[in-house]
């Protein structure tokens, strides 16, 4: 079969946001208004900022203000891999921060377990599954690196499971696969979109007051706190809270430590039950290959594949635009690979294809600090893992603009900052190389070229 073929009638939508359940969208702010805290962007982040303060402090009148529509980028169209992970796995954590990865592991443990008792909680469904992730390896390399992974985990006092290509493909059936390590813990599967709505409802069940369709365009400062200009509007706001990711910061300076990087994914049609049983899969775990040009999957609700990664695509300039959303050379590679990993599924069809731009930086995990006298805080690159971590770096921003020193707010992962992106065409031209590179290391036994190894001497070395 034409791996094209399976594409003919896939939409150019993510298919998280097409669900019915999909709310309307809010007016947009018309006119001036004022309050304690503003917080810009209608994500994760800046939805679980606005839901806690709220439980912190159910007096502060807290605004939002969303571009769009709340949900609609990066926590509208990602795989729903929610991850206890604040530092983008715990491979880029020991490199990083071995002295503190202990103690961030257990944050970050009780951040994904908070995120679950909130959808308890105030009632969201958000399709959670606690069913973990499968770190998978198609090369022999893969299977040692995930084996050292699994000691160094197991020397921290955590562990993972070891499965061998036969427990392995008692889980998950694919020719492809040679063993792998199971976190069974540490991961859930997520709706994104209804996380983001759930959230949105929650906000509104508590008081916030979001504007959707409502651009900030402008920071300054104002008296003894800050004003955001809109385009029909001004918020006067004593903190602000920037959850803007990968669009450009309000903060300028910030800009230099994130680019975007386009990422891209597939759904395909709802599987019969002889197809499920082809592959197995009973314990719907989330899947990812452990290759540098790496695949994530798992299944739906309703019992479809979602199939993402394998290409992640820089745009000159680091402009995100909307006409990036759309990569058929991209889509096509994913097919192709979908039925290499999964060749009893042939004849099966996509229903949906999409991209979206994923904030990064230099780190890879999340960073964070304040502006303008401590009246502004900001969190942003996430790399990919920011379905969780971002209710983490809620939580450190409301600790950042209250001047408290808490556990969160004395890690050196929270005090410390990555090295700013340089400016093109250099950033273009080592973002292209380093990309070169983790392809040629794939296809040579994982051995990294001179290249990769100076940026991991720089602190700089792309894991994943």
Not at 69 to 85: K, L, P
Not at 256 to 276: G, R, W
Request: hydrophobic share 40%; with cysteine.
């Amino acid at each position: 079969m034409d791996s094209a073929r399976a594409l003919s009638d896939a939409r150019p939508t993510p298919f998280w946001l097409e669900d019915p359940g999909r709310p309307e969208a809010l007016p947009a702010l018309v006119g001036d208004t004022t309050c304690d805290l503003l917080v810009v962007g209608g994500g994760y982040s800046g939805l679980w900022t606005a839901l806690i303060a709220k439980e912190r402090d159910p007096s502060l009148d807290v605004v939002l203000v969303e571009g769009n529509e709340v949900g609609w980028a990066a926590s509208g169209r990602n795989g729903g891999f929610c991850a206890a992970s604040l530092t983008h796995g715990f491979g880029n954590g020991l490199q990083r921060w071995p002295g503190e990865l202990a103690e961030l592991e257990r944050q970050g443990a009780a951040n994904l377990q908070a995120i679950e008792d909130t959808l308890k909680r105030y009632g969201i469904d958000a399709e959670w599954e606690r069913t973990g992730e499968i770190d998978v390896a198609t090369q022999p390399h893969q299977l040692a690196e995930l084996h050292e992974i699994a000691e160094a985990v197991a020397a921290h006092g955590l562990e993972l499971t070891v499965l061998d290509a036969g427990a392995l493909r008692a889980e998950v059936d694919s020719p492809t696969f040679l063993g792998g390590v199971w976190d069974k813990d540490g991961v859930a599967m997520v709706h994104p979109a209804k996380l983001a709505w759930g959230l949105k409802q929650a906000c509104l069940g508590q008081g916030v007051r979001i504007f959707e369709r409502t651009k900030a365009t402008a920071l300054a400062e104002h008296g003894g706190g800050m004003a955001v200009r809109t385009p029909y509007g001004r918020v006067f706001a004593r903190r602000v809270a920037l959850g803007t990711n990968v669009f450009p910061s309000l903060v300028k300076r910030v800009r230099p430590f994130v680019v975007p990087v386009y990422d891209y994914a597939l759904m395909t049609e709802p599987l019969s039950a002889e197809q499920l049983a082809s592959i197995g899969w009973r314990g719907r775990q989330g899947l990812g290959d452990s290759a540098n040009k790496f695949h994530y999957f798992r299944l739906s609700a309703d019992n479809r594949i979602l199939w993402g990664g394998y290409d992640a695509v820089y745009p000159y300039g680091g402009k995100v635009r909307e006409e990036y959303d759309q990569r058929p050379e991209t889509f096509r590679t994913l097919s192709a690979n979908f039925f290499r990993c999964f060749p009893q599924l042939e004849g099966l069809r996509f229903t949906h294809a999409w991209g979206g731009a994923i904030d990064t930086c230099t780190r890879f995990s999340a960073f964070f600090d304040t502006a303008y006298q401590g009246r502004v805080a900001y969190a942003a690159g996430y790399t990919g893992l920011g379905v969780g971590a971002t209710r983490y770096g809620a939580e450190v921003m409301l600790d950042l603009l209250a001047g408290e020193r808490t556990e969160r707010t004395s890690l050196e992962m929270v005090r410390s900052k990555p090295l700013p992106f340089p400016p093109e065409p250099v950033r273009w031209a080592g973002i292209e190389m380093t990309k070169w590179s983790l392809d040629r290391a794939d296809r040579n036994g994982g051995r990294r070229n001179l290249w990769l190894r100076t940026l991991d001497r720089l602190g700089l070395g792309f894991d994943s």
